[in-house]
């Protein structure tokens, strides 16, 4: 079982930046995914970002041109750097892993983006 807790939210003004990380259990080293996800008050979970073994990326509508997703294997570690966030981005961060066609996920990180 491989357990997954995010950090890094908080409170941020329009235009600032926070870098969200998740800490593994166990290694990652041989999951085939990891990635972020959104959830908006009152919305639907969606994908920000996801990071192949391979080190290939992929983002999401909400986080292209703003976010980075990047892997410590070594560290277990995965980081959302994002960058002008924006109202919208209000929500809870999730990360979650990939490994042998099981899904894991986090609790999740809050970040409220408001002045």
């Known amino acids: 079982q491989l357990e997954l807790v995010e950090s890094g939210g908080g409170l941020v003004q329009p235009g600032g930046s926070l870098t969200l990380s998740c800490v593994a259990s166990?290694?990652?080293?041989?999951?085939?995914?990891l990635g972020w996800y959104h959830q908006a008050p009152g919305k639907q979970r969606e994908l920000v970002a996801t990071i192949a073994l391979a080190g290939f990326t992929y983002y999401g509508d909400s986080g292209r041109g703003r976010f980075n997703i990047s892997r410590d294997t070594a560290k277990n570690t995965l980081y959302l750097q994002m960058n002008n966030l924006i109202p919208a981005d209000t929500g809870v961060f999730y990360c979650?892993?990939?490994?042998?066609?099981?899904?894991?996920w986090g609790q999740g990180t809050q970040v409220t983006v408001s002045s």
């Open positions: 979650k892993a990939r490994c042998f066609s099981q899904d894991y």
């Open positions: 166990g290694s990652t080293g041989a999951c085939s995914a």
